[in-house]
């Protein structure tokens, strides 16, 4: 049951509220922005220019992995042989969603979150994705200067499904994994979080997705 407390002051959907928690970590496409379009737009052109289509069902069935992560995982399920290397196709990828970047919007139930909890309990981003994409992208939004940190693929070995990103972010933050709340919209990311010990939030009931 939610306390009087909480009810008066957090304007959003009580589903998303946090509980007995020590800090708050989000992860970025898909939670706290709606990119999606976005990010299917840039990748399936830029894999349509070395000859690959790319479905958007398949396409929004892997959101929770990195473009790298994607990208491989559609060649090995496909055996394709490309013209160029992966990260020529991220690095274009990058380049024709930066394009669109400041057409990005946040998510208002998840702004409320964030706006809320702010300067209250430590939050980070916890993403897949690219740190200078987030961070472009970030500076059109009212997010900025909200995070204490933000851990991308970069900064960690594995990606989601391992909890390494989660992990990490907890560490910056000098929480116990346990005490930490993550807001996911993807299963690999809902994934991620439980194999970190972490409460995991299924954002997408509240996001359109």
């Known amino acids: 049951m939610h306390s009087r ?39 399936a052109t830029a894999l349509s220019q070395v000859g690959v289509e790319l479905e958007e069902s398949w396409f ?43 057409r990005v919007q946040a998510q208002p139930a998840l702004l409320d979150i964030v706006n809320t909890w702010y300067g209250r309990l430590p939050m980070a981003v916890a993403s897949g994705g690219s740190r200078s994409i987030i961070l472009e992208t970030m500076r059109h939004l009212p997010y900025a200067s909200r995070f204490t940190t933000v851990v991308t693929r970069e900064d960690v070995k594995r990606g989601k499904p391992a909890p390494d990103i989660f992990l990490l972010a907890a560490h910056r933050l000098g929480a116990v994994p346990e005490r930490c709340t993550v807001y996911e919209d993807s299963d690999e990311g809902i994934v991620a979080a439980a194999a970190a010990g972490m409460t995991v939030i299924d954002v997408r009931p509240y996001t359109g997705r």
Request: with cysteine; glycine share 4%.
């Open 60 to 102: 929004g069935a892997r959101t929770g992995l990195s473009s790298a992560e994607m990208i491989n995982a559609l060649i090995r399920e496909r055996s394709l042989t490309l013209p160029v290397t992966v990260q020529e196709i991220v690095t274009h990828r990058d380049e024709l969603f930066l394009e669109e970047a400041h």
């Open 5 to 43: 407390r909480k009810k008066a002051i957090i304007p959003v959907l009580s589903q998303l509220v946090p509980h007995d928690t020590d800090c708050l970590l989000f992860d970025w496409d898909g939670t706290l922005v709606d990119s999606q379009s976005a990010n299917y737009r840039a990748m």
